[in-house]
């Protein structure tokens, strides 16, 4: 069983009688009397990144993972706690003051702060994220709407290349390109100045931890409607356009890996021209790749005014 049909099965119902809770169709808990919005993960070495050898870099990707959550749903996140589990060796002294030097830095960035957490003894290095934030509502998933515009903020892919040249399974000779790549794996560019625009004009949202395809489904939930993506519109960073042409590799498999955290939402198409204009007056990239319909009985992905018929990446999914 994968990690969804364990929460349908088992804790939805645990729920029924929390709303706040969400069904537990979203990735946070939402008090909307209090206005209080929460959201926790848990990042295990060898599963969400691969060793501890750069425990600066790690820290960031998790904290930004974590804030990630509440950005898409058009809530500021103001604290964060820390739960940490790892060995003397993880938790050397070296190492807890590049970990305390990346938190500050990550403080003074997002403007968060930590608030509290617990420490344990482990094999493994393991952290749980919680990020709290205010919010009188928020934009959830499985509220879109048929003919909805399908949008995504900013490039989908680097990060991909750069946990596949961490993992080397690829190489690039050029150092400038490495380091770039490595650096969107571990520190992804957060579409912040947009997330308190979002209630404005979104219908859904879902920030992209998974992969473009899977995070969209999830987005759609029980909505009964279908995707239909133009593959050229999703956006790619120059660089990585230039590896792909390069190394004739396909587009399709870079953009649906996950370790993203853009912003993926939906919108009227009545909203287009504003969210052209807004997007542009505060310097954020935001693609119309897409749209929503009930007309179509399975899910559609366009390359050269033809559809594919191969089976695309569904994204990352925990199967237990």
Do not use: W
């Amino acid at each position: 069983m994968n990690e969804f049909a364990i929460i349908q099965k088992y804790f939805k119902k645990l729920t029924y009688k929390n709303p706040s809770a969400l069904k537990l169709n979203d990735d946070v808990f939402f008090d909307k009397k209090n206005n209080v919005v929460v959201s926790i993960d848990t990042y295990v070495e060898g599963v969400h990144f691969l060793n501890f050898r750069n425990p600066d870099l790690v820290i960031k990707k998790i904290i930004r993972s974590s804030i990630s959550d509440l950005y898409c749903k058009g809530v500021i996140p103001k604290f964060f706690f820390i739960g940490a589990s790892g060995n003397n060796i993880s938790f050397s002294k070296k190492n807890l003051i590049l970990i305390s030097k990346s938190l500050k830095e990550e403080q003074q960035k997002y403007g968060i702060k930590l608030s509290g957490g617990d420490t344990t003894k482990s094999k493994k290095t393991i952290f749980t994220i919680i990020s709290l934030g205010y919010s009188k509502k928020i934009i959830q998933r499985n509220k879109c709407k048929n003919n909805d515009d399908i949008y995504v903020t900013g490039n989908l892919g680097d990060s991909y290349l750069g946990l596949l040249l961490l993992k080397k399974k690829i190489f690039i000779k050029n150092i400038k390109q490495r380091k770039y790549f490595i650096q969107k794996y571990y520190m992804p560019d957060l579409p912040t100045k947009i997330s308190s625009k979002l209630m404005k004009f979104a219908n859904s949202s879902i920030d992209i931890s998974d992969g473009l395809f899977g995070d969209l489904a999830k987005l759609i939930n029980t909505s009964k409607l279908y995707f239909r993506l133009d593959l050229k519109k999703i956006p790619i960073s120059s660089k990585l356009s230039t590896y792909l042409a390069k190394t004739k590799k396909d587009k399709i498999n870079f953009i649906s890996k996950g370790d993203d955290y853009q912003i993926l939402f939906t919108s009227s198409k009545f909203n287009r021209r504003y969210i052209k204009s807004l997007f542009k007056q505060m310097n954020q990239k935001v693609t119309l790749i897409g749209n929503l319909t009930k007309e179509i009985k399975s899910n559609q992905i366009i390359s050269n005014k033809k559809l594919l018929k191969h089976r695309y990446n569904e994204g990352y999914s925990h199967n237990f």
